[in-house]
């Protein structure tokens, strides 16, 4: 049968002509001699492999043929109207790049007119564009990597990145990830290496070199190899053809197919494609080992629902258990995930609980529920200064120090190594703060409930006493969870191959502490890599961004700086930003921008207002319907359609939207500024980077435009 082998095609089509593109598709895969599809060479067309086929009476596709291995394989190039169909089929051809060995689609020049058949307006060239500054000569360029020379000649005189990106766009696949690459400063070895390139070895059968070429890793970012009709289904109706699904970027291939020895770090700016590699990867282990219990979890039960929705679109046929410790892929939340842990072991949990807590509690379902440390603190005569009895101080010791360690009572207290706390406690303190903790315990062990930290730490033991529920468990978000997620992940699956795949970024950190993952038990040693190319942000929108981080220290979870050099595949209109002088201000800037918007076609949907708390968000909401732009706000519910969406910045976490708008970005209420004024000098420096973290989480939300707004 012959094998189809899509492309990103360059023309987009609509539902209508999808469906029918779809029709011809599943015939010429299943019988390439059937006359219904009027396959038909092109009288004097650059490339004698090229064929248009009949998709209906206005509309044809247009496709290489080529032949190996005793069967046909059809390189389909695109859709379009039959008279531009015919067009495209004359000049353009299919080759293998004689320097980089990869597939290359070219546009032969028309001679009648004499003009290259895609027109760019060559650049003026300025004093000295920017990849002169970057040091690269034309030969690095045509030479060493085989770009184009048309497209070499216009790279070379772009005065800046916007332009090269700008001329990157225009190329999909590699070319297009080579001119990304190129302006940054990343030396031409790591270039080429990056996309695995080599010099071709010509056989002298044009065919068979021309599908090696296509299987080669960086062809698979532009080129796929269709496994059956049903994939071919998958393909066509999702969406746009250049779509996660389909082309992954050659790293990110590898990060989703490769075999690791034991934990393996994934790390990456936001929209770096992170969590397209995971599920992925989920997919190529379900794939590969129909029996194994897989586990696909992340921070918060929101991103879940994305992650089981990303697998299902990716491949609806790979199983989706509910129970963990089943075949089959399990995804859930990590603070659910412990729960279902205690759940299911329902007496039996008894154990862990004595070993963490040191008390018995026979079903321990409840959560302790939020501002019980407030109620403690308030209720007690301690001695202890403020800037340790608070809050924030007594849960995040509980948390980073008391729970992974099993501490039971004050003589453990005592004794315990409190790596990493900013504030030193000496011995009469120690007693006091464990005076406090003790308190909480109490009230917690009366109401029988967990906090969600406890509730991991009981699950970790209960798992490490009775053995793992998981033979491979992937993480996504990896940065925000806490040092018993870390545990109870840790106890969910045994120490092996592929045991532990996890994503983060560690500019991404909105939630917990910093934390180091050697500690918890999970040695990366040197399994760790870092994925580059932001898929989705601008660049204009990125360098906004990643100005907000400017200054700080962050850490990843291997306690190494975290490297900030990261490039965008895109471009668009640089973020605007206004200063308003009040909330009025504010709110009709808002509602003008996003009319705006609308205005030109942009759906309601489509548009988000990120803002700091949920009292912002009514108030935002409710301005917007007042001045008559549909607004609704998103919860714990997935977004509906037909309105704009209006959400706090963490609900944003790992979603994306066209457009952003950042309304009072770097807010601060009285009451949160007086939380910080109360805490040490380590609590407040890590809570400041949280909330630059925030607006750099917030701001890479946005596609294509941004706009943030600031209160003067
Ligand atoms: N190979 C690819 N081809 C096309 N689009 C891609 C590719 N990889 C990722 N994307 C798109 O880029 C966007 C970001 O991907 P993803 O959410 O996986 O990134 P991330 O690193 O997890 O981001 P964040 O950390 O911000 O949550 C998504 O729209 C995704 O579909």
């Known amino acids: 049968m012959p094998t189809i082998i899509m492309t990103k095609w360059p023309v987009k089509i609509d539902g209508s002509v999808k469906a029918k593109a779809m ?58 109207p039959h008279d531009d169909a015919i067009a495209v089929a004359s000049r353009v051809r299919l080759k293998v790049n004689p320097i980089n060995g990869l597939p290359q689609i070219e546009q032969v020049r028309l001679e009648r007119s004499g003009t290259a058949a895609h027109t760019v307006d060559p650049p003026v060239a300025p004093a000295e564009p920017l990849l002169a500054r970057l040091g690269r000569v034309r030969e690095d360029l045509v030479g060493r990597l085989g770009v184009p020379a048309d497209v070499a000649d216009l790279a ?76 071919l ?16 970027h050659p790293e990110q291939r590898r990060y989703a197919v490769r075999r690791y020895k034991g934990p393996f770090r994934l790390s990456g700016g936001a929209g770096t494609g992170k969590t397209v590699v995971l599920i992925h990867r ?27 929705d990303g697998l299902a679109q990716l491949d609806p046929a790979i199983p989706q258990t509910t129970a963990l410790n089943e075949p089959g892929v399990y995804v859930n939340g990590v603070d659910a995930l412990a729960a279902a842990v205690i759940r299911t072991a329902g007496t039996a949990i008894t154990d862990a609980v004595q070993t963490v807590l040191g008390d018995a509690r026979s079903s321990p379902t409840a959560r302790t529920p939020n501002g019980r440390w407030r109620e403690v603190i308030e209720a007690s005569s301690s001695e202890l200064p403020p800037e340790i009895a608070n809050e924030t101080f007594l849960s995040a010791e509980y948390a980073l120090v008391v729970l992974p360690s099993r501490v039971k009572n004050e003589a453990e207290y005592r004794r315990v190594r409190r790596s990493n706390r900013g504030v030193a406690l000496d011995r ?71 045991d532990l795949f996890i994503a983060e970024d560690s500019h991404q950190r909105i939630y917990g502490n910093h934390i180091v993952l050697g500690r918890y038990g999970i040695k990366i040693v040197g399994r760790s890599q870092r994925l580059t190319l932001n898929y989705r942000t601008t660049a204009q929108n990125l360098r906004y961004a990643m100005a907000m981080l400017d200054g700080g220290d962050y850490v990843d979870l291997e306690d190494q700086e975290e490297a900030t050099g990261y490039r965008s595949a895109r471009s668009g209109p640089a973020p605007k930003v206004d200063s308003v002088d009040s909330l009025a201000a504010e709110l009709d800037t808002i509602a003008d921008r996003i009319r705006s918007w609308l205005d030109c076609g942009a759906t309601p949907e489509t548009i988000a207002v990120l803002v700091p708390d949920k009292f912002q968000r009514e108030r935002v909401v409710n301005a917007l319907n007042e001045r008559g732009v549909p607004a ?71 596609r294509d435009e941004l706009a943030v707004l600031q209160r003067r």
């Open 428 to 498: 009469a303190k120690r007693d006091r703060v464990w005076a406090l903790i003790a308190a909480y315990r109490a009230q917690c062990r009366i109401d029988g409930t967990l906090d969600f930290a406890e509730a991991a730490a009981v699950a970790a033991a209960h798992l490490a006493a009775t053995g793992g529920q998981a033979d491979h468990v992937l993480v996504d978000e990896g940065q925000d969870l806490s040092p018993t997620h870390w545990q109870v992940l840790r106890a969910l699956v045994a120490d092996g191959e592929d």
């Open 23 to 80: 029709t011809f598709l599943q015939k010429l895969s299943a019988d390439d001699t059937s006359p219904g599809l009027h396959l038909e060479p092109i009288a004097g067309a650059a490339d004698p492999r090229v064929r248009t086929g009949r998709v209906d009476q206005f509309w044809r596709a247009v496709m290489f043929r080529l032949d190996g291995a005793g069967e046909s394989h059809y390189v389909i190039h695109g859709v379009w």
């Open 233 to 248: 289904r998958r393909v066509i109706e999702k969406g746009d053809f250049g779509s996660w699904r389909v082309f992954l």
């Open 156 to 231: 070379l005189a772009a005065p800046d990145e916007d332009t090269i990106l700008d001329l990157a766009q225009r190329h999909d696949g590699w070319l297009g990830m080579l001119l990304v690459d190129l302006a940054t400063s990343d030396s031409i070895d790591t270039i080429a290496e990056r996309l695995q390139i080599a010099t071709p070895e010509e056989t002298g059968d044009e065919d068979a070199d021309l599908l090696r070429s296509l299987k080669q890793p960086a062809a698979q970012a532009q080129f796929a190899f269709i496994d059956g009709q049903e994939e």
């Open 632 to 702: 609704r706000a998103v919860d714990r519910d997935r977004p509906a359609e037909g309105r704009v969406l209006v959400m706090t910045m963490y609900r944003a976490k790992g979603m994306e939207f066209a457009k952003v708008v950042l309304a009072d970005a770097g807010f601060r209420s009285a009451a949160e500024q007086a939380r910080l004024d109360g805490l040490d000098d380590a609590e407040r420096h890590d809570a400041e980077l949280r909330a630059r973290s925030l607006i750099y989480v917030a701001a890479t939300r946005a």
């Open 282 to 308: 989920a997919r190529v282990l379900a794939r590969e080992q129909p029996h194994a219990r897989i586990v696909l979890t992340t921070f918060t039960t929101n991103l879940a629902d994305a992650l089981r």
